[in-house]
């Protein structure tokens, strides 16, 4: 069984940085990858960026591509979401998930298919 732990939310004003980790426990694979995703209240959850560790590839959602940056530290078993720039409106809880086995695209994501879920960080920008 997968554990995730995210951490590195925080509050901080519009334009700053912060940048979040997520740890994997428990992996048994190396084919897999880590996903971010964001629920703002009242909202769905949205899905901001994945990594493969296999190959290192990565898909960025449009809404953030510029400002986010997703990486992965293998031997650690961990991902890591940069966010620069940031906007009131990129104000939600981010919440990291993990996907085993080859896939490819977006579809990859969706969040009904993805069972291993950290229990979130919540990020706040100030205007």
């Known amino acids: 069984q997968v554990h995730l732990v995210e951490s590195g939310g925080g509050l901080v004003q519009a334009g700053g940085s912060l940048r979040l980790s997520c740890a994997a426990s428990?992996?048994?694979?190396?084919?897999?990858?880590m996903a971010w995703f964001r629920q703002a209240p009242g909202k769905e959850r949205q899905f901001v960026a994945a990594?493969?560790?296999?190959?290192?590839?990565?898909l960025v959602a449009d809404s953030v591509k510029g400002r986010f940056t997703i990486s992965g530290d293998n031997s650690k078993n961990t991902a890591f979401l940069q966010m620069n720039s940031l906007r009131p409106e990129d104000t939600a809880v981010y919440y990291c998930?993990?996907?085993?086995?080859?896939?490819?695209?977006?579809?990859?994501?969706?969040?009904?298919?993805?069972?291993?879920w950290g229990p979130g960080t919540q990020v706040t920008i100030s205007s």
């Open positions: 998930a993990l996907r085993i086995g080859s896939c490819l695209g977006y579809g990859c994501y969706a969040v009904k298919s993805l069972r291993s």
């Open positions: 428990g992996r048994t694979t190396s084919n897999y990858h």
């Open positions: 990594i493969r560790f296999n190959d290192g590839g990565t």
